[in-house]
C-alpha cells in the first residue's frame, strides 16, 4: 500500500483537511460564479466585507450564526450516535409552534426573563416530540431514519400550515401568522456589546439567543465527552456491535439522543420567533435546519468545530446578501450551492483528499505520524 | 353524469401529475436495488427540469432539450457514484449535497441567463412535448363511461407519459428477465458473491446509477417541457421525495411502483380538484401530508413489512 495507514496528527485532522474541503467548495462556487458572469474573487471580497465590515454586518453574521449552532449541533449529536436525522428543518419548525404557544400565553403577564426559561423548554419539548416518532420507528420497528425524518419535515410544513391558517391566526387577519408579541416574549439584543467595543449597532437581530447557543455548545460538549451517556452514544456510533456486547441499550441510546438532537433543533426556534421578528410565521426557519448538517461535517462533530463552522455560514448569509446588493444575478441562493459544495467535499468525498494527505506527512514529517518509531531502530 | 365527468377529469390530472413520479420512481429504483441510496432524485430531476427548459429555449428543440436534461441529470448522478462508489462516501450525504448544489445552480444560472426572476422563457409549440390526440378521440367523446375514459385519460397524454407507463413492463423485464438485471439486483443483495463471480461491482453499480439519472432527466423535463412550458425555480417541489416514498411503499418492485405514484398522484389531483368541498371535512393540509403519512405508517411496518435490498447504502470494499 502506498499510502501508511497511521493517524494524521489532530490538528490537520480538524484543521487542515476541513480547510482543504471548504477551499474546492468555493473553488467549484467561483466556477458557478464564472458561469454567471461575475468575477469570483469580487464577489469573494463583497462577501467577505459584508459579512464582517462594519459592526451592524459582524452583529448580522453572529445572528445568523445563532440558528446554524443549534441545527448544528442537533445533527452532530445524531451523528456520533451513527444517526442521519435530516429532519431539523421540521423539528425546528415544530419547535416555533411551541415558542410560539408560550410567547402568546405569557407575554402580556410576566417580563421576558420568565418567559425566556419557558420558551425554551417548551421549543425543546416540541422539537424533541417531533423526533420521537422517527427515533421510536428506528429503535423499534427498524425502519430508516432518514427516510422517516425527510417524511415528517413534509408533516411539519402541512402541521404548521394548518396551525398558523386556523387555530393560531389572530380574527380577521389573512396572512397565515401569529399575531404580533408584546414585550413579554421580546428577547433583549446584543447591540451593547458592540458599544462596548466601540462599535456603533443601532439596529441588529442579534439578541441573546446567542449566548444560550454558546453555553448549549459547551454543555453539548460535556455531555457527549464527559457523561456516561455521551460514552454510550459514541459507542454505539462507532460499533453497535460493541455497544450490544457490553449491554448497553440500543434502543434507549437511540430514543434519547434524537430527543436531544430534535430539542436542539426545536431550539433554533427562539432565535427568529422570539429573538427577531416576534410572531410566528411559515419562513422563519429557512433552510436552517439543512445548513444543520453542512455546519456538522465542517465542524467535524465538535462543538467548537460547530461554532466555527456555523460562524463561517452564518457570514456566508450575511455576505451573500450584500452581494446580492451589489450583484443583482447571484442571489442568496449562491449560499444553498456553497452549502451543497460543503456538504460534497466534506462529507461524501472526505476520503478523497485524506490519502493525499496522509502521504504528503508521511514524506513531510514521518516523526509526527509515528512511524519513524514503527520502522525505527 | 356530471360526477363521471369529475372524476374522468380527476383520473387524466391523476395520471399528468403521477407521470413525474413514475419516472423518478422507476429511476430510484435502478440505482436501490443496486445497492445505492439514492436522496439525489429530487436534485437530478430539478437539474434536468433545468436544463431541458433551458436548452430547448435556446437551441429551439424540444429533442435537444430533453437530451441536455438527461445528460446533465446523468452528470448529477455520476457525480453521486464517484463519490459513493469511487470514494466510498456516504451516500445520503452525497444524495443531500446533490439536490443543494441543483436547487442553488438552477435559481443563480437561470436568473444569470435568462433574467426573469429564476424562470426560463416560455415554450413555443415546437420546443415542448404537445399532447397527442388519438384518433376518433372526439368522436367518441359522447359514448357513455368509455368515450370519456378514451378521450380524456388515454388520449390527450405527451409523449412522454407514453413513455414513463412503457416503463414499468420494460423495467420489469430488465430486471426479472435479463442477465443485467439478474447482476443489478444481485450487486444490491450481496456484492461479495457478484464479485466472486468476477463480475465489477463498481461498473455495474455506475450502469446502475447511470440508468437513474437517464430516467430522472426525463423526469424533469416532463415537468418542465410537458407539463409546463418553461422552467419555475423549485418546480420538483417534493416530487423526488414522493417517489422515494412510492419506491418504499412498492418495495422496490417496478409493478407496484407504478400503482403507488398512480396512489400518490390521485390524492394530489382529488386534492387539487375538490379542495373547497373536502375543507369542510378534513383540513386540506391532511390530504397534502397524506402521502407522507402512509409512507411513515409503511415503514412503521404496519402494512406489510418494507425490506430494502440488503446491501444498500453500504459501500463494497474489495477484500485483499
Known amino acids: ?377 | 353524469m356530471e360526477f363521471v365527468d369529475t372524476l374522468v377529469q380527476v383520473l387524466g390530472s391523476t395520471i399528468r401529475v403521477s407521470v413525474p413520479l413514475l419516472l423518478a420512481c422507476l429511476a430510484g429504483l435502478y440505482s436501490e436495488r443496486a445497492g445505492i441510496f439514492d436522496i439525489g432524485l429530487e436534485g437530478k430531476m430539478l437539474a434536468g427540469a433545468f436544463a431541458g427548459a433551458a436548452a430547448a429555449a435556446v437551441l429551439n428543440s424540444g429533442w435537444i432539450g430533453l437530451l441536455v436534461g438527461i445528460l446533465i441529470s446523468v452528470a448529477l448522478a455520476l457525480v453521486h457514484g464517484f463519490a459513493s462508489i469511487t470514494h466510498r462516501g456516504n451516500q445520503i450525504v452525497s444524495g443531500v449535497a446533490i439536490n443543494f448544489v441543483a436547487a442553488g445552480s438552477t435559481i443563480i444560472l437561470g436568473q444569470a441567463w435568462f433574467q426573469q426572476g429564476g424562470r426560463t422563457p416560455a415554450l413555443g409549440p415546437d420546443q415542448r412535448f404537445e399532447p397527442i390526440v388519438w384518433p376518433f378521440a372526439d368522436a367518441v367523446r359522447g359514448v357513455p363511461i368509455i368515450g370519456p375514459l378514451y378521450s380524456n385519460v388515454i388520449s390527450g397524454q405527451t409523449l412522454l407519459t407514453y413513455f414513463a407507463f412503457l416503463m414499468v413492463p420494460v423495467t420489469w423485464w430488465v430486471l426479472y428477465r435479463t442477465r443485467f438485471g439478474l447482476r443489478l439486483r444481485a450487486v444490491g443483495e450481496n456484492p461479495a458473491a457478484v464479485d466472486t463471480a468476477g463480475i465489477s461491482v463498481a461498473w455495474l453499480r455506475y450502469r446502475a446509477i447511470i440508468c437513474t439519472g437517464v430516467l430522472c432527466g426525463i423526469a424533469g423535463c416532463y415537468l418542465s417541457m410537458a407539463q409546463g412550458a418553461g422552467f419555475v425555480k423549485d418546480m420538483s417541489a417534493g416530487r423526488g421525495y414522493i417517489a422515494l416514498a412510492a419506491l418504499i411503499f412498492a418495495k422496490w418492485r417496478p409493478v407496484p411502483a407504478m400503482f403507488a405514484c398512480l396512489l400518490f398522484g390521485f390524492l394530489e389531483a382529488a386534492a387539487i380538484r375538490w379542495q373547497s368541498q373536502l375543507s369542510t371535512v378534513v383540513p386540506v393540509q391532511v390530504i397534502q401530508a397524506l402521502p407522507y403519512i402512509l409512507t411513515v405508517i409503511l415503514l412503521a411496518g404496519f402494512i406489510g413489512k418494507a425490506i430494502p435490498p440488503r446491501a444498500g447504502g453500504v459501500p463494497y470494499v474489495k477484500e485483499r
Open chain 1, 1 to 377: 500500500m502506498s499510502t501508511p495507514f497511521a493517524k494524521l496528527p489532530r490538528w490537520v485532522d480538524y484543521g487542515v483537511i476541513p480547510v482543504v474541503n471548504l477551499l474546492m467548495a468555493f473553488i467549484v462556487a467561483g466556477i458557478v460564479v464564472l458561469l454567471v458572469g461575475e468575477n469570483p474573487l469580487r464577489a469573494a471580497w463583497a462577501m467577505i466585507d459584508g459579512a464582517f465590515g462594519s459592526g451592524r454586518n459582524i452583529a448580522y453574521t453572529l445572528y445568523f450564526a445563532t440558528f446554524f449552532i443549534f441545527t448544528g449541533l442537533a445533527v452532530a449529536v445524531a451523528l456520533h450516535a451513527g444517526l442521519f436525522n435530516i429532519g431539523g428543518e421540521g423539528q425546528a419548525f415544530v419547535g416555533g409552534l411551541g415558542v410560539g404557544i408560550v410567547a402568546l400565553a405569557l407575554d402580556r403577564y410576566v417580563p421576558w426573563y420568565i418567559t425566556f426559561p419557558v420558551a425554551i423548554a417548551a421549543a425543546a419539548l416540541f422539537g424533541a416530540l417531533w423526533a420521537l416518532i422517527p427515533a421510536y420507528l428506528q429503535a423499534y420497528r427498524g425502519s430508516h431514519i432518514v427516510i422517516t425524518t425527510i417524511m415528517f419535515n413534509y408533516i411539519a410544513g402541512s402541521l404548521m400550515v394548518f396551525m398558523l391558517n386556523n387555530p393560531l391566526k389572530p380574527l380577521g387577519s389573512m396572512a397565515p401568522q401569529t399575531r404580533m408579541f408584546e414585550a413579554g416574549a421580546q428577547l433583549p439584543k446584543l447591540n451593547w456589546i458592540f458599544g462596548l467595543l466601540g462599535m456603533q449597532v443601532r439596529s441588529s437581530p442579534l439578541n441573546i439567543t446567542f449566548l444560550l447557543a454558546l453555553v448549549t455548545a459547551f454543555l453539548i460538549w460535556l455531555l457527549i465527552w464527559r457523561t456516561r451517556f455521551g460514552y454510550e452514544l459514541r459507542t454505539l456510533g462507532h460499533s453497535p456491535k460493541a455497544a450490544r456486547y457490553a449491554g448497553m441499550s440500543e434502543k434507549r441510546i437511540v430514543i434519547i439522543t434524537m430527543l436531544i438532537s430534535g430539542g436542539l433543533a426545536g431550539m433554533m426556534a427562539l432565535n427568529p420567533v422570539m429573538g427577531d421578528q416576534h410572531n410566528v410565521s411559515l419562513d422563519f426557519v429557512a433552510g436552517a435546519g439543512f445548513v444543520g448538517i453542512a455546519v456538522a461535517l465542517i465542524g467535524r462533530g465538535h462543538p467548537a468545530g460547530i461554532v466555527v463552522a456555523a460562524i463561517l455560514f452564518g457570514a456566508l448569509y450575511q455576505g451573500g446578501t450584500e452581494l446580492s446588493f451589489q450583484m443583482p444575478d447571484i442571489t442568496r441562493d449562491m449560499i444553498v450551492i456553497i452549502q451543497g459544495l460543503v456538504i460534497l467535499f466534506a462529507g461524501a468525498l472526505e476520503h478523497m483528499f485524506r490519502p493525499w494527505i496522509q502521504t504528503l506527512f508521511a514524506t513531510l514529517s514521518p516523526k509526527s505520524m509515528n512511524l519513524g518509531v514503527a520502522k525505527g531502530a
